[in-house]
Nanobody, 119 residues
């Protein structure tokens, strides 16, 4: 069974940095698109950044220049380096990946990790 597990969230002051990690495990043949989404209280879940196997990246306008998404294919892991954090970045951050496994192609989500930025 495929699982995505996020880590690295926490409480940080405005202007600080955090690095999120998301590791995929299970009977995985390949990972295609991987990404990070976030959901603030009372709001919808929004795209933060994505990266495909060829290293092409895409960012929400609100995080461009501050966040960097990267991946380590050998470890089935995607990262999100978050710098110059703002209070409005406070949200639960979810990892997402399109994975080909013994179950076929599926889109998987992690359970999320809380990021809180204090002013």
């Amino acid at each position: 069974q495929v699982q995505l597990v996020e880590s690295g969230g926490g409480l940080v002051q405005a202007g600080g940095s955090l690095r999120l990690s998301c590791a995929a495990s299970g009977s995985i043949f390949s990972l295609n698109l991987m990404g990070w989404y976030r959901q603030a209280p009372g709001k919808q879940r929004d795209l933060v950044a994505t990266i495909i196997s060829g290293r092409t990246t895409n960012y929400a306008d609100s995080v461009k220049g501050r966040f960097t998404i990267s991946r380590e294919n050998a470890k089935n892991t995607v990262y999100l380096q978050m710098n110059s954090l703002k209070p409005e970045d406070t949200a639960v951050y979810y990892c997402n990946a399109d994975i080909i496994s013994t179950s076929g192609l599926g889109r998987y989500w992690g359970r999320g990790t809380q990021v809180t930025v204090s002013s």
